[in-house]
């Protein structure tokens, strides 16, 4: 299995994330210990959270898990600050920082972050604020790397910017909403700009909040999950023409077109690992199978071209 660098620093992953947005809302913490043990025995070490995951839950479960299998140092902890925790904790100011970092560290139950991410911008605070705070979590060993996450190429280019004429780090990595169906804040100007400043791509959503499994078909499908109200959206010519193309390409490779439409995503230039969670240890090998599957640039591209 191929490993790949996060932007220019030292953090080389799979290419796979696991996304621990479901721990503490969809996953208990028994099913949760299970999967992230089947996550580590495929071979993958990097899990993201957040603080506002479960606001805490995620990370706790995370943390417990950690300690009890005793195994941090061989994997890469990512986790975000800057969404709302409460109407007086958000953003990216350097004293919020200061405090959330102390507060995910007690919860992941761990003295070092290996991705620390800007969860969203925040137009609030000055650039050089923010990187200023990282620098000092970096130096003191809190902090290996850090990113961003829902930023636009512009946000991220003048970030850049501020970390060269300011002597600060700069975000390596960056999380948009990148998967086959939802393509129009990744491709372009920000992909061009991954490409040229070395920037590690960790695509959420990477399944379309389930649709690109292929189990809801109609609106009648909504019931089958907690996130089945969001499948609106892609019920129309575009999401069946792409399912469509995930049943023929997953046929002639005998996956699923949750596989498919990971294999997909890997191949996209630019994409480092995507992101993406499980509920059952089914769903867990499904996605170690799609990130290892290797499609023909004929199926890419009847996969590509049904997705315009």
């Known amino acids: 299995m191929d490993r790949r ?10 290419p796979l994330v696991f996304g621990g947005n479901v721990f503490g809302w969809t996953v208990d913490q028994n099913t949760g210990f299970d999967i992230l043990d089947a996550f580590v025995d495929e071979g993958f070490t990097a899990i993201d959270t957040a603080d ?22 061989g994997l890469h902890i990512f986790t975000k600050v800057g969404a709302e925790m409460a109407p007086d904790q958000k953003g990216l100011k350097a004293d919020h920082i200061k405090t959330s970092v102390e507060a995910s560290l007690k919860r992941l139950q761990t003295d070092y972050i290996d991705l620390y991410q800007s969860h969203r911008p925040d137009d609030a605070t000055p650039y050089e604020e923010t990187l200023e705070a990282y620098d000092i979590l970096i130096r003191s060993g809190k902090v290996r790397v ?22 600060l780090p700069r975000y ?3 999380q948009p909403l990148y998967n086959l169906y939802d393509r129009q ?14 920037i590690g791509i960790l695509p959420y959503f990477s399944l379309a909040a389930g649709f690109l499994t292929g189990k809801y078909r109609s609106a009648d499908d909504s019931g089958k999950s907690a996130r089945g109200g969001m499948m609106e959206k892609y019920l129309n ?3 069946f023409k792409i399912l469509d193309a995930l049943d023929q390409v997953g046929k002639a490779n005998g996956a699923t077109p949750a596989e498919v439409a990971l294999a997909w995503l890997v191949a996209q230039p630019g994409v480092s690992a995507p992101i993406a969670s499980a509920t059952s240890l089914d769903q867990l090998k499904s996605l170690a199978k799609g990130v290892r599957l290797d499609l023909s640039e004929a199926e890419l591209k009847t996969l590509t071209d049904a997705g315009r």
């Open 146 to 167: 850090i990113g961003s996450s829902n930023f636009t190429p512009r946000q991220i280019s003048d970030a850049h910017e501020t970390a060269v004429i300011k002597s």
């Open 52 to 73: 506002v995951y479960g606001k805490g839950k995620s990370e706790t479960m995370i943390g417990q898990w950690l300690k009890e299998r005793g195994n941090r140092e």
């Open 185 to 198: 804040v990744f491709e372009g100007e920000l992909q061009d700009l991954a490409l040229k400043e070395e």
């Open 5 to 14: 660098p996060l932007g220019r620093s030292e953090l080389v992953i799979e």
């Open 237 to 239: 010519p575009k999401g």
């Open 172 to 174: 390596e990595t960056e």
